[in-house]
């Protein structure tokens, strides 16, 4: 029993056992799970129709669908940011009319958002950032001393990396360096996102997120007032996005609170990731020591004008001398990442792909109807067995590892979408990469990382949300898990440090 219009040529409708509501119900309750269920039960579906309720929404879990999908124009993210930006990320009345109201002939605001992103490129704009997200890093891991801390670790992780980032982005006059109370704040709305899209009244229903969200736009727009946005330790991603704006002509409060955007896309999945790598790598004891061996390889140590020793890491060569590090990297984000790659079809759209089709080889073309919702979550693709094998629920560090194994590789490259695609893929990408994985390469030549008895630490579990890209570890586990960090014997005097590099950095 329908309650929509579906015509013969859209994809093939699941039906759900409790007719109507069935899937709602299971989305709602199951979250994460419900899609997971969906691909493992379903993998000769390259497609279907999602009966939801008096609506429908199109479920992509073929990946050559999927990269297909990603490059239509005509899927687009754009009403879900419209849709979003008011409740979700605050934006006021001026904003909203550029929304809402985009010229007919010429650009509109939105797409114009896109060209600041070439600083995130490889380039010097890039490198620029990476050395001074790295100078932090290299601070943070050096303050940890040769006997045992105990530290709140995800806390610490989270304020500390978020610091290094936002500094990276805004310079040092930045408002959470100012005042580091801002950081929970952050942490805050970005925890209660959901709530201020979903809840009425979201002063008063979500008063958590609401206020954090309200204290970083106040901050914000006291430091722009202030002029902070032009220091030369600014970033040119930060400068290129303030001046598109001054020619829309955005007043400066406008300016400061689409900035909470950029604030919270460049550490709310960065740090988790960072997060779970440490947890995995560290749960492993084999895995450290062989990270560990790859790692001498690559690290150069001299001393410094006081004799001290130093050991530099350079994050261009990870990609040519750390296929182990950079595979676990991948691997991790296998296991973790969480996205729905959302899109809306704004007009009637037909999507095949040469390798979806019949017996014959024979393509089959669906028809994608104008106003439905389309998913292509990850964990679909990054859990499929036929993709990548029976093994698919246990983590790999070495699954990445190039075996020459062309067409396996080729539809691993295909289902493997952390960061999203088309035009909307992540162009923080190159920065996360040399942020994360110049932590951890650090952490693991020079330091243990233990629970507080001195065991192996093990992977907490991760929470079930549908609104995070990267999933979280549990509230209770953010707040109350304990680790011992030291110095590794034999590194206690090591003074570490980054070189941002050149190279490519990409995944
Ligand atoms: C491991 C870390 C990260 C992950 C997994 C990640 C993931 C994603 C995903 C899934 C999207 C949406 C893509 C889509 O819908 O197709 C996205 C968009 C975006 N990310 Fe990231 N991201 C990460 C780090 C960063 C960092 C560090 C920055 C900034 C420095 C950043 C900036 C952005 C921006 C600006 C967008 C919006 C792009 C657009 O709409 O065109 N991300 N990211």
Same mark, same amino acid.
């Given at each position: ?366 028809? @994608?109807?104008? +106003?439905? %919702?389309?998913?292509?979550?990850? /964990?679909?693709? =990054?859990? *499929?067995?036929?993709?990548? #094998? ?34 909307? @893929?992540?162009? +923080?990408? %190159?920065?996360?990469?040399?942020? /994360?994985?110049? =932590?951890? *390469?650090?952490?693991?030549? #020079? ?34 898990? @304990? ?19 050149? #190279?490519?950095?990409?995944?």
């Amino acid at each position: 029993m329908l309650l929509f219009r579906h015509d013969a040529q859209e994809p093939p409708i699941l039906s759900p056992r409790i007719p109507i509501i069935g899937h709602l119900i299971n989305m709602i309750c199951y979250k994460q799970d419900f899609y997971h269920q969906l691909g493992q039960h379903n993998p000769d579906l390259p497609i279907f129709t999602l009966p939801l309720g008096l609506g429908k929404m199109y479920i992509i879990t073929s990946p050559a669908l999927v990269q297909a999908a990603m490059r239509k124009k005509s899927l687009s993210f754009e009403p879900l940011t419209v849709a979003f930006a008011e409740r979700m990320v605050g934006f006021g009345p001026n904003i909203m009319d550029l929304m809402h109201h985009p010229p007919a002939n010429s650009e509109s605001w939105l797409n114009a958002q896109h060209k600041p992103y070439d600083m995130l490129a490889p380039g010097a704009a890039l490198n620029d950032m990476n050395a001074r997200v790295l100078n932090s890093v290299a601070d943070i891991i050096n303050s940890v001393g040769p006997e045992f801390e105990t530290k709140q670790f995800y806390i610490w992780l989270r304020n500390s990396f978020t610091r290094a980032t936002t500094g990276a982005l805004f310079g040092a006059q930045n408002p959470l360096t100012e005042d580091p109370k801002l950081n929970d704040s952050l942490w805050d709305y970005e925890g209660g996102q959901a709530d201020l899209l979903m809840k009425p009244f979201p002063s008063l229903t979500a008063r958590k997120p609401f206020q954090g969200r309200a204290a970083l736009q106040e901050a914000l727009r006291a430091y722009f007032r202030a002029g902070h946005d032009q220091d030369s330790d600014v970033s040119l991603v930060i400068k290129g996005r303030v001046e598109v704006n001054k020619k829309w002509g955005l007043p400066i409060d406008d300016i400061a609170d689409h900035e909470l955007g950029m604030l919270f896309v460049s550490v709310t999945n960065a740090i988790p990731t960072l997060f779970w790598m440490i947890f995995y790598v560290f749960h492993d004891s084999q895995l450290v020591a062989d990270l560990q061996n790859e790692l001498l390889g690559c690290v150069e140590e001299m001393e410094d004008s006081n004799g001290q020793r130093e050991c530099i890491f350079s994050v261009a060569k990870f990609s040519a001398e750390c296929p182990l590090l950079v595979s676990t990297y991948q691997e991790v984000m296998r296991m973790t990442n969480r996205q729905l790659g959302t899109r809306t079809v704004i007009e009637d759209t037909y999507l095949s792909h040469s390798s979806v089709g019949d017996a014959a080889g024979t393509p089959t073309t669906y028809l @994608l109807k104008k +106003g439905t %919702h389309i998913q292509m979550p990850s /964990i679909i693709t =990054a859990y *499929a067995p036929a993709t990548w #094998g029976e093994d698919v629920h246990n983590f790999d560090p070495r699954r990445f590892i190039t075996t020459g194994e062309r067409e396996k590789e080729r539809q691993q490259n295909r289902a493997f979408n952390p960061f999203g695609g088309g035009k909307h @893929l992540c162009p +923080g990408r %190159h920065f996360a990469y040399a942020e /994360i994985l110049g =932590a951890v *390469a650090a952490l693991v030549l #020079g330091f243990e990382i233990v629970t507080p008895e001195g065991g192996q630490v093990s992977v907490p579990p991760m929470n079930n949300s549908l609104v995070e890209a990267v999933g979280k570890p549990l509230s209770d586990v953010q707040q109350n898990l @304990l680790v011992n960090i030291r110095r590794r014997p034999g590194w206690e005097g090591v003074k570490w440090r980054f070189v941002a590099g050149n #190279g490519t950095t990409d995944t």
